[in-house]
Structure formats: C-alpha cells, structure tokens
C-alpha cells in the first residue's frame, strides 16, 4: 500500500531523512520508533505531503505521490493526525465531526458546515455516520462539549477521530499516547487495535515501547533517518541495533 524508495530530505545541507526505503502493507499495523531527533516526523511529513523529498520516490497504492499536495494525497485516502492537538476553537466533538466529514462527502466544506444543498435522507446519512465515529472512538458521551474543555486523553482521541472521519485506507498517527495517563493509554490501545481489525492499514510512530511492542506486528527502528532494523517485536528486542 506505502512505499518509500531511497528517500532523503535536508535541512540546510543536514541530512533528516538519508537513504530510508520501507513498505506498509494493506492491512498491516506499523511502528516507526527511534530517539528523539531520528526524523520519524519528518518521515511523516513526507508522507502526507507537507514536505517533499529532495531525492527518492514515494508510492501510494502504487500511484507516486512524491510532488503531490496534502489535500490532493487525503483524498486518495491517507490521513494522519499530529504530535499536537490540533482543534479548532470553541467547537464541540461533533462538529468538528462535522468540519472533517466534508472531504468524506466530497462537497464545498461550507456546505458541509451549513447542511446547505443536501437532501433531508443525504443529510440524515451525514449525521448518522458523525454519530456512529463517535460512538466507535467511545466519546460518544463528549459529543456536545467543546473541545478545549476536555481532558487531553480525550482531545488525542477526537483528533484519532477526526483523521478517521475522512474514510483513510491508510491511517499515520503520529505519537497518539503523548500526554496520556496509563488508564488512558491502555483505551488509546483498544482503539488502534479496533482501527486496524477494521482493515485500516496503520503507520504509528510512538515513544512509549510497551505500546508498540504490544499491538505492532511489524516494527521498523530509524536513527539520523536511516533504517537500522525492521521486524517483529521479538526480532527487534532481541537485535542488538
């Protein structure tokens, strides 16, 4: 499904990413770790269109998306969320929802926003699925609350949701669990898991180990943006790197 050839990207002349081939397969759930600095971010970035490489090819669903926008690399169906919570603010889960949905809809986001030009049964359907993501990312409870108010656990899932809500063949999270407590780290858990059984091909990048090692099948380790290992958990705990 993702294929990175040979990818390098600099920084004023620094190499971030130097030489990195690796491959998602559908349905495969991936872990990206390494030390802060590795250019697992970066790696992301390139992915999904916010940097592009300086050398190097990448292939979505075996179409090249190397020079190609975020907006236009979305629709193809790879979504991601970030390192920070981005939300917008003063508006509640849903509509937020509501705001992420349109590109699922394939219409004007104002229309979108404003239910304008769509059929009382289209615009039913809109609003069933919004509800249905909520209730499968398990904030159903939160719908109507505005997103600033709520504790960071559940702002890190809502920004989960919103990524999910664009229908991704091919999901990046990009360190989901930062800032979450065990209790909520182990929800953060269930869920990814859940998103994968529910064939969505996963690439995490993540710091805390016992996460990935517990729900990655398949690990790939990088340092100053080179691969160093690639496998299972047990091959990766067992590789003296």
Same mark, same amino acid.
């Given at each position: ?38 250019? #697992? ?12 490489? /300086? ?8 179409? /090249?998306?190397?020079? #190609? ?37 394939? #219409? ?9 030009? =769509? ?35 559940? *702002? ?32 953060? *858990?269930?869920? =990814? ?23 990655? #099948?398949?690990? =790939? ?6 691969? =160093? ?13």
């Amino acid at each position: 499904m993702l294929e990175l050839n040979n990818i390098y990207k600099y920084f004023s002349g620094v190499k971030a990413v130097d030489g990195l081939s690796f491959k998602v397969k559908k349905g495969e759930l991936v872990g990206l770790i390494g030390p802060n600095g590795a250019g #697992k971010t970066t790696v992301l970035n390139l992915i999904n269109g916010i940097l592009k490489p /300086d050398k190097g090819k990448i292939l979505f669903n075996s179409r /090249d998306i190397t020079a #190609k926008s975020v907006h236009y690399i979305s629709r193809l169906g790879l979504s991601r969320t970030f390192q920070q919570n981005m939300l917008f603010e003063g508006l509640t889960c849903k509509e937020h929802l509501r705001l992420s949905s349109y590109l699922f809809e394939k #219409k004007n986001i104002l229309q979108s926003s404003l239910s304008i030009g =769509i059929n009382k049964e289209k615009e039913d359907a809109f609003f069933n699925r919004i509800n249905k993501i909520l209730k499968f990312m398990n904030i159903e409870e939160h719908s109507n609350i505005v997103a600033d108010s709520l504790p960071n656990g559940i *702002k890190r899932t809502l920004g989960v949701a919103l990524a999910y809500s664009t229908n991704p063949q091919l999901l990046l999270l990009d360190e989901p669990a930062a800032g979450m407590s065990f209790k909520e780290m182990e929800g953060l *858990k269930l869920l =990814i898991s859940k998103l994968a059984q529910n064939n969505i091909s996963i690439l995490l990048v993540e710091h805390n180990i016992k996460l990935v090692m517990d729900i990655c #099948k398949t690990i =790939i380790v990088i340092n100053e943006g080179k691969l =160093i290992a690639e496998g299972t958990p047990k091959q990766i705990i067992n590789d003296k790197l």
